[in-house]
Structure formats: C-alpha cells, structure tokens
C-alpha cells in the first residue's frame, strides 16, 4: 500500500514519526505553512520557517524514503495581524521554488475583513504562478464559512479544478461537491473527522477529487490515521483500486497540477546545514 498525506505539519512532529509513517505505507507528504501556536512578531520568522520546509523538512523526510513538498503562504489565523501581513509582499519569491506545489494554507479562521483580502491576494498570486491552491475552511460556522470562501474563489482568477477545499465534514461536502473544487478532509482522534465519517462519506458521495489527510500538527494529532482510513476502506468492501485513488493517486494529480511534483526521492546528504539528525552516534 502506497500512501500520500497531502496535509501534515511535520516540523511539529519527530524524526521518529517520519519512520513510523513509512513502515505504514507513507511515501510522500505535502506540509502546508500554517500557524506554529503562537504569535509571530515580525515577518523574518515566516521568512526562517519558509526557508525550513525548502530544506530542513526534505532532508528529514529523505533519511526515511519519503518524498516532501510544501505549500506557502499567510495563514488565515495571521492575516489578521498587521505585523505579519507584509509577508504577502515576499511570498513571490518563496512562490517560485521548485518544492512548492500550491499556495496555502489560505482561506478562513474568524472570517473577518483582513482575512478576505488576504484570500483574495493570494488566490492571484496561486492563479499568477500556476499554482493550486489549498484552503482551508473554517473549525467555527463550517459551512457559512465555505459559503464566504466559495464566494471570494467565485471572484478569483484561479478556476476551482485547481482549488483543495480542506477540513471538510459532512455538513459542508454537498456545497464543497457541487462547487467542482478538490475534497479535502482531515481524520484526528477527537477532534474533525475520523475514519468510519470518513468512510461513510465516500460511499454517498464516491472517490473522485477526495483526499483524505492526518493534518498532524503540535496538538493532539495522529501521523498514521491516512493508515487507518486505508484500512476502514478495506474493511468497509472498498477496493484496492480504491484506495490508491484516495490515498495515493488523487493527491498525486491534485499537487500535480503545479508541475513540480517529485515522488523518486534522492539520497539525502549527510548534514544539512551541518546537523545530521544524528545523537549519540560517532
């Protein structure tokens, strides 16, 4: 079984994590730049944190034989904060490297003012680089809050084949289908989704333009759980096939639409930037 996550925040994870994933099948990630649970001060720190999923994160990944790519953006969360919004302006330059495969996360949090704009900027800046872009829709009001956000992308230059609309559940899906974007959902141990809702959304509304993630961050969060939908496919009567499209093949053509894909991954060198990932070792 081949497994793609195409949304797990691995900086805030263990090198460990990254050898357990492959054990289960796990050969590819796709780590979205999002909010690191607490305020940024100053946009130099998105700035080190950008430049750390362009190298640090591939490297990890590397060492364990699974092949990383990000997307870059301004979060919803700190588009609200004047100190942090100037990053929009340097996003181009992060937008043109080669391991950057959509922009994102984008979308909403509180669904306020600041965060319109800033979906809107950064929906022509994707349509600008011929990018995807994923979004994420809001924990809060879910689905006034994809009404809001179909809205913006409905005035975007970026059409909604190359749009991931993400953390959804079964009350936003219907509207999410009937948009034409990408489906997108998230399975943690309490909180979004988990594997039977997920299972048993697939059945009422197929396998086509689905991806399902672990969205594994610093809180309470399970890399694995792509695994464990995988497995709730097989055991529900869905077939292989069936699970390499959700698991593996939708993800693949989704963030392939940015044309920057890399699935064979290289050796990694010994250091980056001289740490090894090594302890205790000679």
């Given at each position: 079984m081949r497994i793609f996550d195409p949304h797990i925040h691995m900086t805030s994870r263990t090198t460990d994590d990254y050898e357990a994933m492959y054990a289960a099948g796990v050969r590819?990630?796709?780590?979205?730049?999002?909010?690191?649970?607490?305020?940024?001060?100053?946009?130099?720190s998105f700035f080190d944190y950008f430049d750390a999923l362009l190298g640090w994160e591939p490297f990890r990944a590397a060492q364990y034989g699974i092949a990383h790519h990000c997307t870059i953006a301004l979060n919803p969360k700190e588009a609200n904060d004047p100190r942090c919004t100037p990053v929009l302006d340097e996003l181009p330059r992060y937008l043109a490297k080669d391991s950057v495969v959509a922009v994102g996360e984008i979308g909403y949090d509180a669904m306020t003012p600041?965060?319109?704009?800033a979906l809107a900027a950064q929906l022509q800046l994707a349509a600008d680089h011929g990018l995807?872009?994923?979004?994420?829709?809001?924990?809060?009001?879910?689905?006034?809050?994809?009404?809001?956000?179909?809205?913006?992308?409905?005035?975007?230059?970026?059409?909604?084949?190359?749009?991931?609309?993400?953390?959804?559940?079964?009350?936003?899906?219907?509207?999410?289908?009937?948009?034409g974007c990408w489906l997108g959902f998230s399975v943690y141990p309490d909180t979004k989704m988990d594997a039977d809702r997920v299972v048993a959304v697939l059945r009422t509304f197929g396998t086509e333009k689905v991806l399902v993630n672990s969205a594994a961050d610093w809180g309470r969060s399970d890399p694995l759980k792509t695994?464990?939908?995988?497995?709730?496919?097989?055991?529900?009567?869905?077939?292989?096939?069936?699970?390499?499209?959700?698991?593996?093949?939708?993800?693949?053509?989704?963030?392939?639409?940015?044309?920057?894909?890399?699935?064979?991954?290289?050796?990694?060198?010994?250091?980056?930037?001289?740490?090894?990932?090594?302890r205790g070792g000679e």
């Open positions: 590819a990630v796709v780590e979205p730049s999002f909010w690191l649970g607490q305020p940024r001060t100053a946009p130099a600041a965060e319109d704009t995807p872009a994923l979004v994420h829709t809001p924990h809060r009001d879910k689905l006034a809050g994809l009404h809001r956000t179909l809205d913006v992308v409905s005035e975007s230059a970026l059409p909604v084949e190359r749009i991931l609309l993400d953390h959804l559940n079964e009350t936003t899906v219907s509207a999410a289908v009937d948009s695994r464990e939908v995988a497995d709730a496919m097989l055991a529900a009567g869905f077939t292989d096939d069936d699970v390499d499209r959700v698991l593996w093949r939708n993800p693949v053509a989704f963030y392939g639409l940015s044309g920057r894909l890399q699935l064979d991954v290289p050796a990694p060198e010994a250091l980056h930037e001289g740490n090894s990932v090594l």
